[in-house]
Structure formats: C-alpha cells, structure tokens
C-alpha cells in the first residue's frame, strides 16, 4: 500500500517555486553577454527582434487563460495583463512600447510587425506556451506565468546597464522596461496566489514546479535559438547553398 506524501506548506511550497530562479534566462549566456555590454547591435537587434514574437503573443495566452476559467473574479483581474499589453484609451501598450524599443536599437515597425526575422526556434518556444495556456486547465496556465516571479530583476538590470553599455539605444526606447518593473510585481501577487492555494496536494505541488520549469524552459529556448544565430553565426539553413 502506497501513501501519498504530505503536501509543503504554503511557506515551502512557494520557496520551492522561487528556488527555480536559477533557471530564467537572465542565466543564459546570451543575456549574460547582454548584461555585461558585449552584444554587437545586430546581436541587440536580434534579440528585440526575435522577443516581439512573444510579446505579441503574451495577450492571446492570457485571453486563453480568461477563456478557460469560469471565475468572474479571476477574469476581472486576468484583464489587465491584456489591457497592459495591447493597450487601452491613452496607453499604447507594452506592445506598442516594445515597437519603440525597436525603432530605438535602429529597426523599423516593419521589420518587426513582418516577424521576417524570427527564427524558427523561437516560433516554435512561444507557440509551444500558447498552446499549453490553452490546452491546460487554467489554473496550471496561470502557474505558468510565474517566471513573473523574478522578472522585475531583470528589466531593472537593463535599465541600469543598457545606457552606458548602449548608448546608441535612444533613452526612450527603455520605456517598456521601466513599466514592467512594477507591472510584473503585480501580477505575480495574484498569479502566486492561483497557485498556492489550487495547488495544494503534494502531487498537485511537484506539477507545479514541472510547469514552471516548462515555462523557463520556454525562455531558454528562445535564447537558445538567438544565441545559435547570432553569436555562433549558425542560422537555420546555414549550410545549405543558396
């Protein structure tokens, strides 16, 4: 007869959660190389570049997630995520805002909204997430969005450092980051909460932790894929002749 181990408490539940922070992508190398002032700005541009795919996406996960829950409360407060994004009367959005973030590193708004330079690596990392958010019960989709959790340090790291490692960056291209930081920290109140208080069983608890690392696993990819393309000049399709 098997027993079924008791569940952490909510104290050891969410140290666990947080304890996956050394997995975010601010430890890839590539964001390492960011961090530190050494990527080239075709290396930046890539990156801005390849990072529009998800933020476009970052609405049509959250509109899943409000799809699937039958929780008038949750889908009051779920909104905002949407609104913030795609923006709302005054607010152009954080969509519109990571436009002009390009445009500051020296793309154009086509050379965005044409996604012509997103790798294959990335559509398929952030189509795989929108997929989950739709697929899976809402309650593990908004576990999911907890690498919030430890987002607002990274925007704070390139609002500190991109001005004197890149000051070919217009300022007021930050401005994105700068939102996040707080936006991030709020949303991670409520996503946090979701899961502590659905995922209760032991069982259910381990499922959380693989969801989060399914999520972290999604943004290392993506780096993964730019890292192949622009550090180690590998493409896709670098060794077939035109």
């Known amino acids: 007869m098997t027993h079924e181990q008791p569940p ?16 975010y992508h601010i430890n890839h190398p590539y964001h390492v190389m960011m961090a530190e002032g050494k ?29 699937n829950t039958p929780d008038r409360d949750v889908r009051r407060k779920w909104m905002q995520r949407i609104l913030d994004h795609d923006g709302y009367g005054d607010d152009a959005g954080g969509i519109e805002a990571w436009i002009q973030l390009g445009i500051a590193c020296g793309l154009s708004r086509d050379d965005l909204t044409s996604l012509k330079f997103v790798l ?39 609002l ?27 949303d991670v109140e409520h996503g946090l909460a979701i899961t502590l208080d659905y995922f209760a069983a032991r069982a259910q608890q381990e499922r959380a932790l693989d969801i989060l690392q399914f999520k972290l696993d999604i943004l290392w990819t993506m780096l993964d894929a730019m890292h192949t393309a622009y ?7 670098f060794n077939i002749p035109e």
Not at 8 to 23: P, V
Not at 134 to 147: D, F, G, I, K, P
Request: aromatic fraction near 16%.
């Open 8 to 23: 952490w408490s909510r104290q050891e539940f969410e140290a666990r959660l947080r304890a996956k922070e050394k997995y």
């Open 39 to 67: 990527l080239s700005p075709e290396q930046i541009r890539g990156w801005v570049a390849n990072r529009f795919y998800y933020q476009i996406n970052i609405p049509r996960k959250d509109a899943a997630i409000m799809a």
């Open 120 to 158: 294959p690596g990335v559509r398929f990392a952030v189509d795989a997430y929108v997929n989950f958010a739709r697929t899976a019960t809402w309650q593990e989709a908004a576990c999911s969005s907890l690498t919030e959790l430890f987002a607002p340090t990274i925007h704070r790291q390139r």
């Open 160 to 186: 500190a450092g991109w001005p004197d490692f890149y000051p070919w960056i217009a300022p007021e291209g930050l401005a994105y980051f700068r939102k996040r930081v707080t936006q991030a920290s709020r």
């Open 231 to 237: 550090v180690d000049m590998r493409p896709p399709y």
